[in-house]
Nanobody, 121 residues
Framework: QVQLVESGGGLVQPGGSLRLSCAAS????????MGWYQQAPGKQRELVAT???????NYADSVKGRFTISRDNAKNTVYLQMNSLKPEDTAVYYC???????????????WGQGTQVTVSS
């Protein structure tokens, strides 16, 4: 059993900052990548940023220069530092992990429950 637990969402004014965290726990053998997606009302879930293990981060064009993804591999945790937030960043943000479990040794994708980010004055 694997769980991804997110925290850090909330209401912030335009130009403000938030930091999201996501911790993966459970029967984890190896994590290949972790990342963040966003889903605005009425829209499909879209990639925000990914961070492959041992690789370089990738960002959606809309957040380049404003958001930074980082990982703490010892804690199986991924962070998303969001600066210069805009109203169009308002969405539910989901954590994602591409990992292999100890129990089955199967590799699969796992999602967190989502955390709401609202950017409004």
């Amino acid at each position: 059993q694997v769980q991804l637990v997110e925290s850090g969402g909330g209401l912030v004014q335009p130009g403000g900052s938030l930091r999201l965290s996501c911790a993966a726990s459970g029967s984890i053998f190896s994590i290949y990548a972790m990342g963040w997606y966003q889903q605005a009302p009425g829209k499909q879930r879209e990639l925000v940023a990914t961070h492959p293990t041992g690789g370089s981060a990738n960002y959606a064009d809309s957040v380049k220069g404003r958001f930074t993804i980082s990982r703490d591999n010892a804690k199986n945790t991924v962070y998303l530092q969001m600066n210069s937030l805009k109203p169009e960043d308002t969405a539910v943000y989901y954590c994602y992990a591409d990992l292999r479990t100890k129990a089955t040794m199967n590799r699969d994708g796992y999602w967190g429950q989502g955390t709401q980010v609202t950017v409004s004055s």
